[in-house]
Structure formats: structure tokens, C-alpha cells
């Protein structure tokens, strides 16, 4: 699947969950910015920002309730697509699959989340030792 800055405009204020069965690592973030970048070439590598994420406290195999906030992860995640299996899933998501690193990923669409009556929604408020949102602007 080829994508473009522009095709990712759909996830901004979306979210973005992230499994890693390797790390045990299993996240939720709010995506505050997402563009196409270049590794080896034009567009092989997409670039998202976060505005916040929470981790949780269990694994992608035994999730836990509680979640929480941890510096070390930062605010960023990148895929290179050449690595990465890019599938749309419906429901204005992107799932991504890179079986090298043990991830996968979820792309919520700010559409989606506002259709669903919150359904897909992660709030926020639910990540222990996460500062107060940043005012938009």
C-alpha cells in the first residue's frame, strides 16, 4: 500500500496503539502529527508524533487496567514500510505489521473515534503519572 502525507492527515487527533510481543510492551497514544519520510527512499518511512501515550502495566498477552506514564518511551514512532506490512482494516483504521521487531500497530482514525461514541477511544485520564494535557492552540 502506497501512502502519502496526505493520506495520513485522517489520523491526526486519532490514536495509535502499539503491541510489541518481543518488549512485552503494549501503548496507547494520541497522534498529534503523521508524514511520509524518506530512509533509503522517497516515502518508505512513516513518521508519527505523539501527543501523549500510556503504557500499560500487563502485556499485549495478559493486559492489565492500569496503565501508565514512562519518559524512556518518548513521543514518537517510525516504520519503515519496506520492513512493514500496511493493511486498511476498516473503520478508518491502519494496521501495521513489522514481524522482524515483533510489532504491531494500530492507527485509529479522529473519525472513527468521534463515530463510535468513544467505543475505540482511549481517554487519557486513565494513565497514572501523565501531566496535563498541552492547550491546542
Excluded at 73 to 96: D, K
Excluded at 117 to 131: E, H, P, V, Y
Aim: hydrophobic share 35%; net charge negative.
Amino acid at each position: 500500500m502506497n501512502l502519502t502525507t496526505e493520506d495520513l492527515q485522517r489520523f491526526i487527533g486519532g490514536q495509535l496503539e502499539l503491541q510489541n510481543s518481543r518488549e512485552g510492551l503494549l501503548i496507547r497514544g494520541e497522534i498529534s502529527a503523521a508524514t511520509m519520510g524518506t530512509f533509503m527512499r522517497e516515502n518508505d518511512t512513516l513518521k508519527i508524533e505523539l501527543a501523549w501515550v500510556g503504557k500499560n502495566d500487563g502485556s499485549p498477552h495478559a493486559p492489565s487496567s492500569e496503565w501508565s506514564a514512562d519518559p524512556d518511551l518518548g513521543l514518537r514512532y517510525n516504520a519503515v514500510l519496506m520492513m512493514t506490512s500496511v493493511t486498511p482494516i476498516g473503520e478508518g483504521r491502519l494496521f501495521l505489521q513489522t514481524p522482524t521487531l515483533g510489532e504491531v500497530v494500530t492507527l485509529f482514525s479522529k473519525r472513527e473515534l468521534e463515530s463510535r461514541d468513544g467505543g475505540c477511544t482511549f481517554n487519557r485520564s486513565r494513565i497514572k503519572g501523565l501531566d496535563s494535557p498541552t492547550p491546542q492552540p
